[in-house]
């Protein structure tokens, strides 16, 4: 039977591009879901992960870095983590310990101005900064908005995120248990698995690369009851010098992309996994709806 007080909510995590919402996701569910890189607009599509412990339930929605549209994957990303504003029940901003508030985080800040949902400002790496300093960047964000909490944190190395569950507890509603407590993720394995090939691109490739691919799963099926699977999946690139560049010297970069990201699917399944990958040229895809809805990046979604 369900204590009473249990509190359960939707917490939206934002903030721009390459800040560490994905990092600091996986290191509160305690397991890698949601990809990360070095790279900007690692996350595209909304990832659901949950959080359960005796006093209560979190799901978090991972959305993509809010930044300036330039196409209309851009525009499809932006919309999805304004979407999730309206949703949820707590709004968890990251922001970096920098010595001003820049463009981007004013550019926020507008998005925020007419939101009613309360919004907890989690500073992250703050491993890479002074105390003085930190509490000279608090006062400054104060001052730029009213934040129901400041918390900081290093979604890297673990500080202070027990405080940061804490303080999201505070904030949700009591409510039911939205999901199974062993439950992580409500993502299919085929979109983790998607996810994890490009990963392993964008860790892997040149810069100019990544921004363009997009992962496709043609297949992923068991052998009887083995637990082995035979996964088929498609890199989709946007000019012809980019698939020789994935493809790589007689094959040695897609070999090296598919033998890691086996090695994690396998790791996450609990399962042996044959994985085959093949490379497409879509020119300009990230700008055809068609190719957009295809890869899976819907507005319905």
Known sequence: MQNTGFRSGFVTLIGRPNVGKSTLMNRLIGQKIAITSEKPQTTRNRIQTVYTDDRGQIIFLDTPGIHRVKNRLDGYMVSVAEHTLKESDLIAWLAEPTTYIGENEKYILKKLAGVKTPVVLVLNKIDTISRED???????????YDFAEI????????DNTDELVNVIFKYLPEGPMYFDPDTVTDQPMRQIAAELIREKALRNLQDEVPHGIAVVIDQMKERGTSNFFDIDATIICERDSHKGIIIGKNGAMLKKIGTQARREIEALMDAQVNLKLWVKVRKEWRDNELYLKNYGYREEN
């Open 134 to 144: 930190l509490m000279k960047l608090i006062v400054m964000y104060r001052d730029a």
């Open 151 to 158: 918390v900081p944190v290093s979604a890297l190395k673990g």
